[in-house]
């Protein structure tokens, strides 16, 4: 009865003090699970550059890398909810990562407020330029007859680029090597240095890998081709009919924050997202708007709910390695 008690005086103090404080009346905190660099903290940051202009204070992006996304995802369920941290979540450590992880510090559900999502994010399969295989279908092939020797970065059990290179390769029936690093930044360093083989990392950070000539990309997992990668294949059109996979974002803030602090920071978005210019920028890089309703927090935390409970299912059926 205490415990509640205290839990209720918490978000009435954070509630009465942020109405009396002409909210937000300092810096906030986006908490970003992943080194800098990838394509989570890339989107992030431009982001919350125009979301920072319409709420009126700077949001500082605090890299806490580690786990998939999961340790950054626990330290915000366990921040204070006084809106001023906040997390950018995804479908990895806010979707699958209860399907994943036999100990998970935190419930993706019910101890978050989810506040706003983002545009969503296909991936583009990447290789190393030396690599033998000059297609999908010769490196899937490849990996068929030789177990394990395709070494695939990723960002952490359950991050986008482990999920999507897992679920490709069940599919295809071939085994191929996971090789987790702190982000896909990093991981991507190593395809272009040919220290691993090859890894599914989103759009935004991928395309200038690609336009640089530094890593060759064999197929997208849109499920028709990007206009910016028009000669590369889908998945769909290849090997595997009907495949289709994007990363989705969304922001959320420790169970408890006060609804002025969510609506505001929603709001702020949505305001943003006016803007022609900027969401023809995020367009050039593949990320895929949305209609206006869905970036609601409402919207988000139906999605969540509905994507963890997904997840457990895809999770049962092929067999992704647990933790
Ligand atoms: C992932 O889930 O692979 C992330 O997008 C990695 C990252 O953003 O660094």
Do not use: C
């Not at 060759?216 to 081709?225: D, E, G, H, Q």
């Amino acid at each position: 009865m205490f415990k509640k008690i205290s839990a209720l005086t918490l978000v009435l103090i954070s509630t009465f003090v942020i109405a009396q404080s002409n909210y937000p009346n300092r810096p906030i905190t986006w908490v970003v699970p992943f080194a800098a660099g990838g394509p989570t903290d890339a989107l992030a940051r431009s982001i919350a550059d125009v979301t920072s202009r319409q709420i009126g204070q700077s949001i500082i992006i605090d890299n806490s890398p580690g786990a998939g996304g999961t340790i950054g995802a626990t330290k915000v369920a366990r921040a204070n909810p006084d809106g001023y941290t906040f997390l950018v979540g995804h479908m990895g450590y806010m979707g699958a990562a209860p399907a994943l992880y036999k100990k998970l510090n935190y419930d993706p559900v019910a101890d978050f407020e989810a506040v706003f999502r983002f545009p969503d994010t296909p991936l583009v399969l990447m290789v190393r330029n030396d690599h033998p295989a000059k297609n999908v279908k010769e490196l899937y092939d490849y990996a068929k007859k030789n177990p394990d020797q395709v070494f695939m970065g990723n960002a952490g059990l359950g991050s986008s680029s482990h999920l999507i290179a897992a679920l490709v390769a069940n599919a295809a029936g071939a085994d191929v090597k996971h090789v987790p690093y702190k982000g896909a930044g990093p991981a991507l360093i190593d395809v272009v240095g040919g220290q691993i083989d090859g890894m599914y990392d989103q759009t935004n950070t991928a395309f200038p890998q690609i336009t640089e000539k530094r890593v060759r990309a064999l197929a997208v997992t849109s499920k028709t081709r990007l206009p910016q990668l028009k000669d590369v294949p889908t998945l769909n059109e290849t090997i595997l009919p009907g495949f289709e996979a994007s990363t989705w974002y969304g922001i959320y803030a420790p169970k408890g924050t006060p609804k002025i602090a969510v609506e505001k920071m929603q709001n702020a978005f949505l305001k943003a997202m006016k803007d022609k210019a900027y969401t023809d920028k995020l367009q050039a890089q593949a990320i895929q708007l949305l209609p206006e309703q869905q970036y609601l927090g409402s919207s988000l935390a139906k999605h969540t709910e509905a994507e963890v409970a997904r997840w457990k299912a895809v999770a049962a059926k092929s067999n992704i390695a647990m933790d």
